[in-house]
């Protein structure tokens, strides 16, 4: 069964300081790659996500993610911490030859952003 | 788009007591999820729909949850006799295409 790591539960960083969170994932056969944000009491939210082609994409808000295949790694990045950056963030996977692309999810990473 | 919506948001019940969750995920979406996520964890999948078809079920989802999706549209989670294990945030979701999916607010339910 597919799983997902995401190293540190709680990551803190300055307000402008580089943001760094860590996915893997344990497929052999790249899955669909998805990072999700989740505010208090709230939904989650497609931050941006990796199906095929360029392996860096960008998302919202200035988050971007690097897929390394020979890592089996999904980081999330942001150059500049916002302090509206503080929530739960969510790596995720989906298997490509699943027709019904379930979504497999890490423990999550709360970021926190001291000012 | 006015997005996936949930009723209720929050749900407190008594240990044995029936609960009932609605979802109505993003309109001409065919493809609906139901997951749960615990306090302090990522969210679990438990079940799937395409149009009115349940194709697929966790292994989490025991006897006592069903799921329906009448019509297509809307969908139910209910939990029959819920016990203090149940409590957490049931979260639903709509895609109308393989990779995307949107999710509601969530309800949280609460056993005493």
């Known amino acids: 069964a597919q799983s997902v790591t995401q190293l540190g539960s709680h990551v803190s960083v300055s307000e402008g300081a580089l943001v760094l969170l860590r996915c893997n994932y344990s497929?052999?056969?790249?899955?669909?790659l998805f990072w999700y944000v989740q505010y208090p009491n709230q939904g989650l939210q497609l931050l941006l996500k990796?199906?095929?082609?360029?392996?860096l994409v960008k998302g919202i808000n200035g988050f971007e993610a690097e897929f390394k295949k020979s890592e089996t790694s999904f980081h999330l990045t942001k150059p500049s911490a916002h302090m509206s950056d503080a929530a739960e963030y969510f790596c995720?996977?989906?298997?490509?030859?699943?027709?019904?692309?379930?979504?497999?999810f890490g423990g999550g990473t709360r970021l926190m952003v001291k000012p | 788009d006015t997005g996936v919506s949930q009723d209720p948001r929050h749900k407190i019940t008594k240990r044995g007591q029936n609960v009932t969750f609605r979802c109505d995920p993003i309109?001409?979406?065919?493809?609906l999820y139901w997951y749960r996520q615990t306090l302090g964890q990522g969210p679990e999948f438990l079940t799937y729909?395409?149009?009115?078809?349940?194709?697929?079920k966790s292994r989490l989802l025991s006897d006592r949850f069903s799921a329906e999706r009448p019509k297509g549209s809307f969908s139910t989670l209910e939990i029959q006799r819920t016990e203090q294990g149940d409590s957490a945030m049931y979260l639903c979701?709509?895609?109308?295409?393989?990779?995307?999916?949107?999710f509601g607010p969530g309800t949280r339910l609460t056993v005493l």
């Open positions: 729909f395409q149009n009115e078809a349940q194709l697929e």
């Open positions: 309109s001409e979406h065919n493809r």
């Open positions: 497929s052999s056969v790249p899955p669909y």
């Open positions: 979701a709509s895609s109308s295409r393989d990779y995307e999916q949107f």
């Open positions: 995720a996977v989906s298997d490509r030859w699943n027709a019904g692309n379930m979504l497999t």
């Open positions: 990796y199906t095929t082609g360029a392996t």
